[in-house]
């Protein structure tokens, strides 16, 4: 399927692996422009080279690489004012950051609950904020961002994010349905279940230590939970990151998808 997405310009945070990495992969595939960010340089780099030496990488679908942490001012102004790209006028932005710590609440103070609302929902919504007017008066745009499942399903050990996410979901859903609804622009959330990148493994032997069982004999039974059987991969992420940001997907507004082997067991 053509995704109709060609020689768009697309901004993906978090973008040196993980979840972020393979939304960009999968742009970069479309022949979509990407701006890819994150804050190691050499990690950056690297990713941006292996985006260009692709080998389903259309000719002259352009990496740019902008290292920067995206929850500072000057981070999220250096994504947008790199040389070549498109200034604000991105047509897609995939908004992602690190997750917050694992914990336990009663250890976390406010400046803890800052740090976590901050990366989790107030740099996606400044985001939003510098480019959805510009999309809605070009008439197109695609704004995914990056959440949790947690979000759907709390997670014990991440109250952080379980609370952070929340009001940016909250957020979300209201200005999806605003006036930029009718003119083109639709805003999603994906909330990861479970996928096998660095994240997960920071919260395996969280739990391992919280629990005493071995990383190997957690994961093997957070997989068995899994109706897929199975972790995610991010290239199955960013298949469906890049569907959302397709004309295809013009309808599609407002709305909270859970990628996660059937791991949420409501009905709804
Ligand atoms: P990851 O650790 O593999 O990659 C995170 C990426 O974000 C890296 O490129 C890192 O450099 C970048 N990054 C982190 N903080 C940044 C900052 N302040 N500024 C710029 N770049 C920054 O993580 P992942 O598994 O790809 O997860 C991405 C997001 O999805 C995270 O918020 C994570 O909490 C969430 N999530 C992941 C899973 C999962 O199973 N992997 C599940 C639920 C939620």
Not at 99 to 121: Q, S, T, V, Y
Not at 123 to 132: C, D, F, Q, S, W
Not at 177 to 189: E, P, Y
């Amino acid at each position: 399927m053509d995704l109709g997405i060609a020689g768009k310009w697309a901004l993906v945070c978090g973008a040196s692996k993980g979840l972020g990495f393979g939304c960009a992969q999968a742009l970069v595939r479309e022949g979509v422009n990407v701006v890819i960010g994150a804050r190691g340089p050499e990690a950056l780099q690297a990713a941006a080279e292996r985006l260009l030496a692709d080998p389903l990488r259309p000719a002259g679908a352009q990496v740019l690489a902008v290292a920067g942490d995206v929850t500072t001012e000057a981070g999220r102004a250096a994504l947008f004012a790199v040389p070549g790209g498109p200034g604000v006028n991105f047509d897609i932005v995939v908004t992602n950051a690190g997750g917050p710590p694992p914990g336990d609440f009663r250890d976390w103070d406010r400046e803890a609950w800052i740090k976590a609302l901050d990366a989790n929902m107030l740099t996606p919504i400044e985001l939003i904020k510098a480019t959805i007017d510009g999309m809605a008066e070009r008439g197109f745009g695609r704004i995914v961002n990056i959440t949790s499942s947690s979000v759907k399903s709390p997670i014990d050990i991440l109250g952080l994010s379980n609370g952070a996410r929340s009001g940016l979901t909250g957020f979300v859903a209201g200005v999806a349905r605003s006036s930029i609804a009718a003119k083109g622009v639709t805003l999603n959330n994906l909330l990861p279940g479970k996928f096998d990148t660095d994240r997960i493994a920071t919260t395996l032997a969280a739990a391992s230590k919280k629990t005493g069982q071995s990383v190997e004999a957690i994961r093997a039974s957070q997989q068995a939970q899994i109706p897929a059987g199975r972790y995610g991969r991010p290239d199955e992420f960013g298949a469906i990151c890049a569907f959302l940001c397709s004309t295809h997907a013009a309808y599609l507004t407002g709305q909270n998808i859970l990628p996660d082997g059937g791991a949420y067991p409501g009905t709804y």
